[in-house]
Every structure is written in structure tokens, then in C-alpha cells.
């Protein structure tokens, strides 16, 4: 079944009878809704939404931009299968829908978003791995298009977001590495130009000075935020004169690849180098020893994120009037064995 004319002819009823008895309306007999509604779910018959969008001005479907590549596929795990559980929990109780927009590594964010927008496929959007500087803010600001972004940027000078506390973390790590004793700690980085090295980097440079431990660049070790990322931190960091006594990992899956360079070398994480990592990752709880790192609500920061967009799209507004403000997503520090060891007992 192609279309309501061909429901209609089949029925032998004018289109217009077809059409109102699908929408419900009042003006059209018990008899007849049955009859159009019992053969349009025998002969498969489903309604053009396209067309309907066009004439309505509006898609019910708002969409998630999400980075794809290669790297992102290997080293996938649950953070967007869990926003997405939060996120839809909002958007059902209003009908809406929800898509993925995965943007191919190697093309510009900022067009790959300027293509979905002129596409008119969604009526708002959620953008994530937002840059320093991040041109699609820019863009979808000027084109008044609702919009909620994960994670903070430069751009804009008012833009609702909601970003994980990168600075939290990164501060309650130092603290509490230098509380065991440790002076010489790493950290790293994204080799990108994502916003969220640049909140890590200086929320840690901040923790170390309150303490007057000179920043070392050579302790910040920027590379991919994946296992094989892991993997080549340890390597730089086992290259170094001067190694240090302990790491604070940005990605929760890099733990993986660099407790696995670390044994290729004889140096046990938790004895040799302490070990913080970022998120309470699945696929890291089997790490041994157990990995110290950050607890957070995937499902709950979804919900959080859908109720902000809603609250910034006109025909939802009234629904959220208090989700409009900005949000610093807390993480509880889980503690493991992987940091356990006192520096200043073993001297």
C-alpha cells in the first residue's frame, strides 16, 4: 500500500472521507473510521510524515550529533546508549522522536550540521564533543534553531548546555593523590581541540599550584581518547627521566590500554603508578586491580538534557519553566585499589 489514494480507491470512499477518519475527526461515522481503520492495518498502509511535516511546519523529531569513526566504533561503549534511555524517556511523553546524526571523522562538523539543518529533517537539535571554539554553536544561535549542547564552549555568548564536571574531577583526583603522598602526576589530554582537555587541564594546573607543585608540561600526555590511546600514554609516560608516581586519565576505556602497556613493562598499576580513572565504565570494572574512578547517572543526565531542550522550543516551554539553566553534571569518586598506595609510607 503506497498512499491514502490508493487506500481510498480500494475502499471505494473519497480521499477526504479516508483522511479524516485516519485523523479522528468527529464528522466522519463509527462505521466508516472501522472500515478505514481495519483496511489500512490489513493492506499495510502507513502515513507520508513528510508530507504531514511540511504542511505542520514541524517533524517531531529532534536529533543527536554524535562524532563517528572508526576509533568511536572499536572503543564504543554504553555513554550514548544510556543519554539516549534518559533522553527518550522525555521525548515520548510528547511524542517525539528521537535520531542519531553521526558525523564521519573526516568532515567538518559545522557543514555536516549546516546539511541536517537545511534538510529539515529535525525541529531542534543535541549536539556533543563540543570544541573550544565550535562554529555549529554559532551557527545554530544565528538560525534560532532550538538547541541544547553536552559540554561547554568559547563560542556564544548564552547557549544552554549541560557539561560533566571535568574540573571537579580533575581537582578531587589531584587532591587526592597528593593527600597519599604524590608529587610527580600526570595527566592526559585529547589530541583534539575538544573543550573538555582544556577544563581538565586547567582545573589540574589550579590543584597543583594551590599546593606550589610546579606544572610540568611533560606531564601532560595528549593522545586519543580510546584503549590504544591508554596504550600510548603509558608508553610516553615510561619514556620519561623522570617518571612519575601517578596518572589521572580524561577517558574512562584508556585505563585498558594502559594497564596492558604498563604490565608489558613489569610496572603494576596500583604498586608502581597510581591509576584515577575518568568514568565507571562496563567494559573497565573487570581491571584488576580495581580502577579508581567516577560514578555518574547516564540516564539521568539524558533526562536532564531532553527536559533543557524541551524548555527551549516554544511548543514545550510550559512544561519545563525551570529546566532552562545551565548545568555542572557532579561525579562521585568510586574508590579502588589502583591508587591505594601511599607514596609517603614507602619512603
Known amino acids: ?102 558525523c564521519p571523522s573526516d568532515e567538518d562538523p559545522h557543514e555536516y550540521l549546516k546539511r541536517m539543518v537545511a534538510r529539515r529533517i529535525v525541529d531542534a537539535m543535541i549536539i556533543s564533543d ?56 600526570a595527566i592526559t589530554a585529547p589530541s583534539s581541540e575538544a573543550n573538555l582537555g582544556y577544563l581538565f587541564i586547567e582545573s589540574y594546573c589550579r590543584a597543583l599550584e594551590r599546593h606550589d607543585i610546579p606544572f610540568d608540561p611533560s606531564l601532560v600526555i595528549r593522545v586519543k581518547s580510546s584503549e590504544q590511546g591508554g596504550y600510548q600514554a603509558a608508553h610516553e609516560l615510561l619514556l620519561l627521566e623522570e617518571r612519575p608516581t601517578a596518572v589521572i586519565l580524561i577517558y574512562e576505556l584508556m585505563a585498558i590500554g594502559l594497564y596492558r602497556r604498563l604490565m608489558e613493562s613489569g610496572v603494576m598499576p596500583g604498586r608502581d603508578l597510581a591509576v584515577i580513572g575518568f568514568r565507571d565504565a562496563p567494559r573497565a570494572r573487570f581491571l584488576q586491580p580495581s580502577l579508581s574512578c567516577f560514578r555518574i547517572s547516564l540516564y539521568d543526565l539524558g533526562v536532564d538534557l531532553g527536559r533543557m531542550l524541551l524548555a527551549n522550543m516554544p511548543a514545550y516551554r510550559d512544561f519545563y519553566p525551570n529546566e532552562g539553566r545551565n548545568i555542572v553534571w557532579p561525579l562521585e569518586l568510586m574508590p579502588g585499589e589502583s591508587d591505594a598506595f601511599d607514596v609517603g609510607a614507602m619512603v
Open 130 to 185: 563540543t570544541q573550544r571554539v565550535d562554529r555549529r554553536i554559532d551557527f545554530l544561535s544565528r538560525a534560532k534553531i532550538p538547541f541544547v549542547a553536552l559540554g561547554r564552549s568559547l563560542s556564544a555568548s548564552n547557549f544552554p548546555w549541560i557539561d560533566l564536571d571535568f574540573e571537579g574531577v580533575a581537582e578531587h583526583a589531584v587532591e587526592r593523590l597528593i593527600a597519599l603522598g604524590h608529587r610527580r602526576i
Open 1 to 102: 500500500m503506497k498512499g491514502i489514494r490508493q487506500l481510498a480507491e480500494h475502499l471505494n470512499i473519497s480521499i477526504g472521507t479516508v483522511s479524516r477518519a485516519l485523523n479522528g475527526k468527529p464528522d466522519v461515522n463509527e462505521e466508516t473510521r472501522r472500515r478505514v481503520l481495519a483496511a489500512a492495518e490489513e493492506l499495510g498502509y502507513v502515513a507520508n510524515q513528510s508530507g504531514r511535516s511540511l504542511r505542520q511546519g514541524e517533524t517531531k523529531v529532534i536529533g543527536l550529533m554524535i562524532e563517528s569513526s572508526k576509533e568511536t566504533v572499536e572503543n564504543a561503549d554504553n555513554f550514548f546508549l544510556g543519554v539516549t534511555s534518559g533522553l527518550q524517556s522525555v521525548f515520548a511523553r510528547h511524542k517525539l522522536d528521537l535520531i542519531m546524526l553521526p
